[in-house]
């Protein structure tokens, strides 16, 4: 297939590019390269270096695309809060332009990269695509939105689409010919910011909250692996079916505290990583975990990656390529 990746030079996004490459798949990319980097791209991916409001510029009836993976928006939570503008503007603004030329372009087949943030504080765990969304920032209700607008653009024309919601996801590529991981900037996933401290580039860890009633006070969060995140788009682009919007939660089914992810840092790198405590933020759940059974029954997919060792271990290996890649580059 002719495939459009949103947001392909990202983080997950490239992992995806990567892999949809290696199945056979024709691949193109627009994205603004606002948090996505050029270096994660292989030279044979075209890109599109626009604004998704811009999307239709590429998305042409004669382009010949036959789907759409969407991942490009923004994604910090605390961001949301301070700036709820920009994240309905991008994300829900850009995602509308999108819908719009996957319309007129005439292609059948999208998957969404949506989030567990939909479900707010669950009253029930793990956590199925049948728990009541109440989103508690405007990143959750942005995303909620255009999961919304994507099943009435399926019952209009006849689209097939498939919203994946992630889970927390870490971890780092290292197979292919570019190692792929988070090169956020500032860093504020908590791994790669643990991984962080431990390699003296910051003084100590952020540890919001530990007070909530989890093992350790601390938050609990389901961690799933970049590559086997990845992988569940492959197998999600093949299974859709025109006119259905399906939902499907991707997680490892496990959680592991703030403090257990600290422990787990240090134990992987051999250093001491420092934590301050912090107060809790505004709309952070005590616990988050999934349910992947709808996955694993409908499209056969299996984490290859659950132990926590081995995504911090990933990640870990990375970071140092990274390190070394800038000293001497």
Not at 8 to 21: D, F, N, P, R, T
Not at 117 to 133: D, H, K
Request: net charge negative.
């Amino acid at each position: 297939m002719k495939l459009l990746v949103t947001g392909g030079a990202g983080y997950i996004g490239s992992v995806v590019v990567h892999q949809l490459l290696d199945a056979g798949h024709t691949v193109e990319v627009i994205d603004d390269l606002s948090t996505g980097h050029v270096g994660s791209l292989p030279g044979e991916v075209m890109l599109h270096k626009r604004d998704l409001h811009e999307v239709g510029e590429v998305l042409t009836p004669s382009a010949g695309f036959d789907g759409v993976l969407h991942f490009a928006a923004k994604i910090a939570a605390g961001e949301s809060v301070e700036r709820p503008e920009i994240y309905w503007n991008t994300n829900v603004g850009g995602s509308l332009a999108l819908l719009d030329a996957i319309r007129v372009a005439g292609v059948q087949r999208l998957v969404f990269s949506s989030t567990a943030a939909v479900y707010g504080n669950p009253s029930t765990l793990p956590i199925t695509e049948q728990a009541t969304v109440a989103p508690t920032n405007p990143y959750g209700w942005t995303k909620l939105a255009i999961d919304m607008a994507i099943a009435h653009a399926v019952k209009a024309h006849q689209l097939g689409a498939t919203s994946l919601r992630y889970f927390n996801v870490a971890g780092a590529a290292l197979d292919g010919p570019i190692p792929l991981g988070e090169c956020h900037e500032p860093e504020t996933h908590l791994i790669p910011a643990a991984l962080e401290v431990a390699a003296g580039l910051r003084p100590s860890l952020r540890i919001f909250g530990g007070d909530y009633p989890t093992r350790d006070g601390t938050c609990v969060r389901d961690y799933i692996h970049i590559e086997d995140l990845a992988a569940a788009h492959l197998l999600a682009l093949e299974a859709i079916d025109p006119g259905r919007h399906k939902i499907y939660n991707l997680g490892n089914g496990k959680g592991f505290s703030n403090l257990q992810i600290v422990d787990m840092v240090r134990a992987v790198t051999g250093q001491e990583v420092k934590v301050s405590p912090a107060p809790r933020r505004a709309g952070d759940p005590a616990t988050l975990i999934a349910s992947s059974v709808r996955a694993r029954a409908e499209l056969g997919w299996v984490a290859a990656k659950p132990d926590l060792a081995s995504i911090v271990g990933d990640a870990w290996t990375f970071f140092q390529t990274r390190r070394i890649a800038g000293s001497t580059g």
